[in-house]
């Protein structure tokens, strides 16, 4: 895949040259983070970027975006560094370890990555009926040396279980739940256990999630 950014007209522009990755019309949302499209500034590591229509698709861990030329979903190629993509307020953070996070808090800095549960994909069988063993072909997709090849997308997404980092001392920890989480402040235990059972706080709620990480990183 070619990728290259060039100044036209004092306007950077996105190119993709024809060696990207491409979809098939516009298939359904089910895996993708957002219902639909969303416009955003898609930023590189050298402070550069471009507008873009894009999505995420969780199930793939892939930056998707619609191409300006041909109105086709594509997907970025992973060897290509972006550092984040801004839709509106949001910040969303991608790198080849942790795939794609969003940060949902500046102080304390706190990170989420939203991990799918997923199901195979029920299709039509025989008089009507649908079937969740058969396989169904979303998309082809153009290999570098310009050769197509199928890929099925055979799981829907049923539910998300996020996935934490927060900042303390200068070091991203990694949490998923009440447990995991007093483990990076031993020396509160008992009062952010009380907190959390006071609050009947949920992990699946992002703004729970940090309120407590704010309540922890209290003197």
């Given amino acids: 895949m070619i990728f290259t950014l060039i100044m036209k ?20 949302s089910n895996g993708f983070l957002f219902k639909e499209y969303q416009l955003a500034n898609v930023y590189l590591p050298n402070g550069q ?21 041909d109105g086709r979903m594509k997907i970025i190629d992973k060897s290509i560094l972006v550092d984040s993509v801004r839709i509106g307020a949001r910040k969303f953070l991608l790198d080849a370890k942790n795939g794609v996070r969003e940060e949902i808090s500046k102080n304390p800095l706190v990170y989420v990555r939203y991990n799918p549960r997923k199901k195979m994909r029920a299709s ?3 008089y009507g009926g ?6 169904v072909t979303s998309y082809s997709m153009l290999r570098t040396d310009g ?7 055979e799981f829907v997404v049923t539910e998300i279980d996020p996935v934490y980092w927060v900042v303390k001392d200068g070091k991203e920890k990694k949490f998923k739940d009440v447990e995991t ?7 509160k235990k008992d009062k952010l256990e009380q ?7 949920d992990f699946k709620n992002t703004c729970d999630v940090v309120v407590l990480c704010a ?4 003197p």
């Fill in 9 to 28: 007209n004092n306007v950077l522009v996105f190119v993709l040259w024809m060696l990207a990755f491409s979809a098939i019309g516009h298939g359904d």
């Fill in 49 to 69: 970027y471009t507008e873009e229509q894009v999505n995420f698709n969780l199930l793939e861990n892939q930056l998707y975006f619609v191409d300006k030329r």
């Fill in 124 to 126: 039509q069988a025989g």
């Fill in 130 to 135: 649908t079937s969740e063993t058969a396989k």
């Fill in 147 to 153: 050769t197509e090849i199928l890929k099925d997308l």
């Fill in 181 to 187: 989480f007093i483990k990076i402040y031993p020396e």
């Fill in 195 to 201: 907190y959390y059972k006071e609050k009947n706080m």
């Fill in 215 to 218: 309540y922890a990183q209290e």
